[in-house]
């Protein structure tokens, strides 16, 4: 079956530590996108990238970075610089083959401060 | 810029009552629209779409029609159960390939 995979579900940051979300897709989409969700609010977009190795900010890029060596990968890293990381992230796909194409989303990875 | 408006939550109905939640957008060209439903602790599913104007998706007793002349795409259905609870969010898809989303409304069924 095609679809999503993000991991890890649960992820626990310590003060000044980096991590990484990860996110693969076998759906063979070009573009991908990373959302932040804060309870009780909308997604945000962080970063979207539309081919291997390009990628753009989204409206929330600041204390994130993203990298896309794969068509199937894009890792999200939360750096030390971003402050309030405690969220849902989620990842998603899309094709660009007729504009009425959805979005496909993962499953979630929820990112708590230690 | 593209942008959508959502009805505000949350939102508390008795089972089998009918539910409205109004979205309206903004937006250059001719997006597509969308409706998602979020279950608790889990990524966004396609509930249904609709990519022109006087389209009408439907899915599982939901309907939304894609009305132009009032940039709306409001979600109904006639009969809402308890597993119908979760949170619902309007979207666009933009020419240029981004995705703009609602702020999510929340529905809560009780029996």
């Known amino acids: 079956d095609g679809g999503i995979t993000q991991s890890p579900k649960y992820l626990f940051r310590k003060e000044g530590q980096n991590v990484t979300l990860s996110c693969e897709q076998n759906?063979?989409?070009?573009?991908m996108y990373w959302y932040r969700q804060d309870p009780g609010q909308g997604l945000r977009l962080i970063y979207y990238s539309q081919i291997v190795n390009d990628f753009q900010k989204g409206d929330i890029a600041e204390g994130y970075s993203v990298s896309r060596e794969k068509k199937e990968s894009f890792p999200l890293t939360v750096t030390s610089a971003q402050k309030n990381p405690t969220a849902f992230y989620l990842c998603?796909?899309?094709?660009?083959?007729?504009?009425?194409?959805?979005?496909?989303f993962g499953s979630g990875t929820q990112l708590s401060v230690l | 810029g593209d942008s959508v408006t959502q009805m505000e939550g949350p939102v508390t109905l008795s089972e089998e009552a009918f539910l409205t939640i109004n979205c309206t957008y903004t937006?250059?060209?001719?997006?597509?629209l969308f409706w998602y439903v979020q279950y608790p602790g889990e990524g966004l599913q396609l509930l249904l779409k609709?990519?022109?104007?006087?389209d009408k998706g439907s899915n599982k007793g939901f309907e939304a029609t894609y009305r132009k002349e009032t940039t709306s795409f409001h979600l109904e259905k006639g009969s809402v159960q308890v597993s119908d609870s979760a949170v619902y969010f309007c979207a666009l898809r933009a020419t240029g390939n981004q995705f703009y989303f609602g702020t999510g409304t929340s529905l809560t069924v009780i029996p």
């Open positions: 937006a250059t060209g001719y997006p597509s």
């Open positions: 609709a990519t022109k104007a006087d």
């Open positions: 998603a796909s899309s094709t660009f083959r007729t504009t009425n194409e959805k979005l496909f």
């Open positions: 759906l063979n989409h070009d573009a």
